[in-house]
């Protein structure tokens, strides 16, 4: 009677967990990179050379001149901005969000957006501007 080696059960590779991670990994970079651009044609205000520009990796949301609120070219309101961001921040947790307010746009409206980021637990909210000629 021969017995039987329990090393050959035991030796083939699953490839199927790493396939589902990465089809996750790729839904995930498919829908938030279209978000990582403004697409929108704002006047940025001038500030200082030692000014912040924005960070090329962080989702840019927008304030357009008339107050309204845009994630991408998409306009969204401010609490679907906000629900988007939490959903978002379960797969990133250190989400670095940059808003760019139009020179013309209400200090209000940008400040009310920013606010309404950092209540819902936001750490990294910028504002972003452009550097002067």
Known sequence: MARRNSLDNSAT????PMID?????????VVTTPMMTSGLDLDLPKAGHGSVSGDDHAIQLSVDNRGRYYMG?????KSAIVKKMLAMKTENEKLTIMINGDQAASYGQVIELMGALKDAGFARVGLRTRIPD
């Not at 590779?13 to 199927?16: F, I, N, S, V």
């Not at 991670?21 to 970079?29: G, K, P, Q, R, S």
């Not at 070219?73 to 309101?77: G, W």
């Open 73 to 77: 070219k998409a306009e969204m309101t």
């Open 13 to 16: 590779l699953t490839l199927t």
């Open 21 to 29: 991670v990465m089809t996750v990994l790729l839904a995930v970079f």
